[in-house]
T-cell receptor, first 112, second 111 residues
Framework: NAGVTQTPKFRVLKTGQSMTLLCAQD?????MYWYRQDPGMGLRLIHY???????AKGEVPDGYNVSRLKKQNFLLGLESAAPSQTSVYFC???????????FGSGTRLTVV | GQSLEQPSEVTAVEGAIVQINCTYQ??????LSWYQQHDGGAPTFLSY????GLEETGRFSSFLSRSDSYGYLLLQELQMKDSASYFC????????????FGRGTSLIVHP
């Protein structure tokens, strides 16, 4: 089982560029999430989805958009990258109502 | 809103026992979970408490007191590989049941 796979693993963007982070899970999980992790800040929820075709805002959604066209995929988009979006991004998934999440290995994004 | 407090760093020696505390403020409490994250790695789920008391999983145990809005993670027979960050996360009805994570505790295990 691959679990949760994130691509790319590393990326450097220039301010104003756009990009899409891809998250794929093969566990048939209904729920998927995007978090960002910054030093000393823990994990902060950006957006989440409770099923195919649905998305919702988390704690820090500004500057990001998401789509869940297929149950197994959850895309995170940055339309116009800013240095403040330099972070490590983690995708996670879970069964509905499950106690624990399965996380991907993360994407290290640097915006210069 | 929700907030969680946990120490930023804890140090201990190999073979010892260490306790990492977590206090929380939330409405509609649903459960408290713990995650481990090694440097450069992904968080991995350790345990979940919805009811008061102690849950044991091998060398790790997690405790919850809902009346005190408090929980802790207990690590026994510490090993060097236990050096990592540990996050508590609270689920509440006020947060659509999506966990809110604490800022993490860095555990450093010395030989």
């Amino acid at each position: 089982n691959a679990g949760v796979t994130q691509t790319p693993k590393f990326r450097v963007l220039k301010t104003g560029q756009s990009m899409t982070l891809l998250c794929a899970q093969d566990m048939n999980h209904e729920y998927m999430y995007w978090y960002r992790q910054d030093p000393g800040m823990g994990l902060r929820l950006i957006h989440y989805s409770v099923g195919e075709g649905t998305t919702a805002k988390g704690e820090v959604p500004d500057g990001y958009n998401v789509s869940r066209l297929k149950k197994q995929n959850f895309l995170l988009g940055l339309e116009s990258a800013a240095p403040s979006q330099t972070s490590v991004y983690f995708c996670a998934s879970s069964l509905q109502g499950a106690d624990g999440y399965t996380f991907g290995s993360g994407t290290r994004l640097t915006v210069v | 809103g929700q907030s969680l407090e946990q120490p930023s760093e804890v140090t201990a020696v190999e073979g010892a026992i260490v306790q990492i505390n977590c206090t929380y403020q939330t409405s509609g409490f649903y459960g408290l979970s713990w995650y481990q994250q090694h440097d450069g790695g992904a968080p991995t789920f350790l345990s979940y408490n919805a009811l008061d008391g102690l849950e044991e999983t091998g060398r790790f145990s997690s405790f919850l007191s809902r009346s005190d809005s408090y929980g802790y993670l207990l690590l026994q027979e510490l090993q060097m590989k236990d050096s990592a960050s540990y996050f508590c996360a609270v689920r509440s009805s006020g947060g659509s049941y999506i966990p809110t994570f604490g800022r993490g505790t860095s555990l450093i295990v010395h030989p």
